[in-house]
């Protein structure tokens, strides 16, 4: 186990350095054995302090949702430097006429107020960065990341040798893993631009060195065996099908990516699965996968443990293979006695420990996910008798409830001269594995529960957090809402819509939503880019903000010059949270189906109105209005009545358009040959309605959860009518093109 020292605040000040105080945010392991990110602030004054934490605990816990580093967060220590600044703030921010600043790190945006520089590109010194990082024991360039986080609101962030991101825009905590994509990983930008809002010209290169760029087909990928093509047809966990994308690396054309969107191009989706393979073997590649063994360097002898100590991830247990001259052994855990063997004179023991993760499918980077360790063995050889106390010396944190799906490790001093079993039990009562690993995704756990592990007279016990958070979503007001028998909702608007996702938990700790539209993929829920406290807004075509899109309801647009064709029609929109514990919840879903807006109003009509009125030209919108008169609406006019109530009954001959929405009328409605669009939704007729000749081309005519107390007649419509899966209530009967609606 981590000493508790090793887990207090440290003030520590060296000639390379101001004072700082070096704070262990989350720590798994000696660092000498880890693979350790160091955040370091900048631009926070002492005041500032709190600020920073609070963003350190943003970051983290949305980086930590993020695979593989959720399931490899055992490889993982972290910690913050908090280091005062004699300014709050940092340099060129957001201009480059606003104030340099004195900080610490010297962190600026403009690529560190170049005039040549890109505005959201936030450098530092790299040489203070690392003096400050050295605070940190036991971490080396070798085996650490480092995390510099800007005081700023202002979007930005680099990735290099050293990653930055600002800490406080809505946007900052996905920053981070795009950034630590470059520094950690290697990866490179998908974007299809350097300079925001200038599309970027046809890529002229060779075969990119980039792990998840080509210029070969995907017929070529399969035939050479180069890039991803063992990926090839696979569902994106970024969303779609990995294939080939074109863009990326700063051009339009002339290279491909794999994903049409994947953190690497567009914020709030997760890495693909080339890029998570990329990252499962850099992460690992900071640590080693076996962190201790049994002596190898003398022979050993035949009547004793041998003993391997692997890593742990948190999602599935290392694969450990015991071999005695070439032949493999039964045995396949940490420790193997070798005294039922009943060895005589010298043979060779290996013990192959492989990460089997699904991540992986390439054969290289699975060797390097693979350590095979050998000792000879001599019978003659007499092991000295063991002194060695049955105890514990690392596990999984104890400080913080595990998650229902977790691999909860329990690693022991090592007697020579016996197998050490761990005795599981859960909420008292014992279970059977003795292994130093448990998968409790096998027991399949729902609510809380009590965990402890035992060997000798040592005790662990943990918190099984097996709950799932929940979420709740609230849309603004839309023209309709359909119950359907499944449980589910159906949200009918013409126009744009917002949601607002609002997680909770039994148990304190972050929460992180996410959503998905149409199966697409799962895209973090972090407010809108503008502002963290706002719903996200959805669109038709999307909201363009500082040069990219956002909010595209159904197929995404990313950049302006990107399909702004409007996503008309239904969509289903997922919702899930991940909690503290590393829970995520089923998902669960609702419907809208968006129509296209009203024409645009060239007369509006509120309040009461008392007489008929005739449409002549032009569009005519009752806007909540109380109408005591009929409506006539005349060749080429259109009519938009919204919310309200027309007492006297409408008659449309050869109209434009005709939209009744969630309006009443006492009286008869006859809309006859209309050129453009017929659309009612919600409200009631109170009498019969009839829809007859009406040819509006691609745009069909919509009746939908309409409350009819005449007969609902439609003859000789092209198209024919819709509900969209709404039904109306039809007391005369329904006829017709509309008999089923």
Same mark, same amino acid.
């Given at each position: ?39 370091? #602030? ?50 060129? !921010? ?15 945006? /403009? ?42 609101? &202002? ?41 925001? #809002? ?16 080509? $210029? ?39 290279? /491909? ?64 293979? /015991? ?54 063995? !001599? ?44 005795? /599981? ?72 819509? &917002? ?62 010059? !990107?399909?702004? &064709? ?40 509120? #309040? ?103 007969? $609902? ?22 006829? #017709? ?5």
């Amino acid at each position: 186990m981590v000493s508790a020292l090793a887990l207090l605040p440290v003030p520590i000040a060296t000639a390379a350095t101001g004072p700082a105080t070096v704070v262990p945010i989350r720590v798994t392991g000696d660092p000498a054995k880890r693979f350790n990110l160091v955040v370091l #602030g900048d631009g926070y004054t002492t005041a500032d302090m709190p600020k920073f934490r609070a963003d350190v605990d943003r970051h983290m816990n949305v980086l930590f949702t993020f695979e593989p580093f959720k399931s490899y967060r055992n490889y993982i220590n972290v910690y913050s430097v908090e280091i005062p600044s004699a300014e709050s703030g940092v340099s060129c !921010d957001p201009d480059l006429t606003s104030p340099q600043r004195n900080t610490p790190l010297h962190m600026a945006f /403009w690529s560190g107020c170049d005039p040549n520089g890109v505005q959201r590109a936030l450098g530092m010194d790299g040489d203070a960065a690392t003096a400050y990082a050295n605070l940190v024991p036991g971490t080396t360039d070798a085996n650490r990341q480092i995390l510099a986080i800007a005081n700023s609101t &202002t979007y930005g962030g680099v990735g290099g040798t050293y990653a930055t991101a600002s800490g406080g825009n809505a946007m900052s905590s996905l920053i981070t893993p795009h950034e630590l994509g470059h520094s950690l990983g290697g990866l490179q930008d998908e974007y299809d631009y350097y300079a925001r #809002g200038v599309r970027g010209g046809a890529y002229t290169g060779g075969e990119p060195d980039s792990v998840h760029h080509t $210029l070969l087909t995907e017929q070529e990928m399969k035939d050479q065996q180069k890039k991803w093509w063992r990926w090839l047809g696979e569902p994106s966990e970024a969303g779609g099908t990995i294939g080939r994308y074109e863009s990326g690396m700063y051009s339009g054309s002339g290279v /491909w990516r794999p994903s049409a969107h994947s953190i690497m191009k567009t914020l709030g989706y997760p890495y693909d699965q080339v890029g998570r393979e990329d990252m499962t073997k850099q992460i690992s590649a900071k640590t080693s996968i076996v962190q201790d063994t049994t002596p190898m360097a003398k022979a050993i002898g035949a009547d004793r443990v041998v003993w391997v100590e692997p890593m742990h991830p948190n999602s599935h247990p290392l694969t450990i293979t /015991w071999s005695l001259d070439g032949k493999q052994l039964s045995a396949n855990g940490q420790q193997l006695d070798l005294r039922p063997l009943n060895l005589k004179g010298k043979h060779k023991l290996t013990a192959t420990v492989v990460d089997p993760t699904d991540f992986v499918r390439d054969p290289a980077i699975r060797q390097a996910l693979t350590n095979t360790h050998a000792w000879s063995v !001599d019978a003659s050889i007499k092991t000295p008798p063991t002194t060695t106390p049955v105890t514990f010396t690392d596990t999984t944190e104890t400080d913080r409830p595990v998650g229902a799906d977790e691999v909860v490790f329990a690693d022991t001093t090592h007697p020579s001269n016996q197998v050490v079993p761990v005795r /599981w039990a859960l909420d008292g009562k014992s279970l059977a594995s003795t292994a130093n690993d448990l998968d409790l995704k096998a027991l399949r756990l729902t609510g809380t529960h009590t965990l402890t592990a035992a060997v000798g007279t040592d005790t662990r016990s943990w918190a099984v957090d097996a709950t799932d958070p929940t979420t709740d979503y609230q849309l603004s007001n839309s023209l309709l809402t359909v119950r359907k028998a499944d449980g589910t909702s159906e949200y009918v608007y013409n126009g744009p819509f &917002t949601m607002k996702l609002t997680a909770a938990d039994d148990r304190t700790g972050a929460l992180t939503s996410e959503f998905r539209t149409d199966g697409d993929g799962w895209f973090n829920y972090f407010g809108w880019p503008s502002d963290s406290t706002s719903p996200w807004h959805f669109t038709p075509s999307g909201t363009e903000i500082d040069h990219l899109v956002y909010g595209k309801l159904g197929k995404p647009r990313l950049s302006p010059w !990107d399909d702004p &064709t409007p996503s008309y029609g239904q969509h289903t929109i997922e919702y899930r949270t991940t909690d503290a514990a590393g829970n995520t919840a089923t998902a669960k879903s609702f419907q809208v189906n968006l129509l296209p807006a009203p024409p645009a109003c060239t007369n509006t009509i509120t #309040g009461s109105h008392d007489g008929a009125i005739v449409v002549t030209d032009g569009v005519t919108c009752l806007d909540h209005a109380q109408l005591h008169g009929a409506i006539v609406v005349q060749p080429g006019a259109s009519l938009v009545a919204t919310g309200s109530t027309i007492t006297g009954g409408i008659s449309a001959a050869n109209a434009d358009s005709v939209e009744l929405l969630d309006t009443t009328v006492r009286g008869a409605a006859t809309i006859a040959g209309t050129a453009h669009d017929v659309t009612i939704v919600g409200g009631s007729v109170q009498g019969a309605l009839a829809l007859s000749g009406n040819n509006t081309g691609a745009r069909q005519p919509v009746v939908a959860g309409v409350s009819v107390t005449g007969a $609902l007649t439609c003859v000789g419509n092209s198209p024919a009518p819709s509900n969209i899966a709404a039904p109306n209530t039809v007391r005369g009967g329904a006829l #017709g093109q509309c008999s089923s609606l």
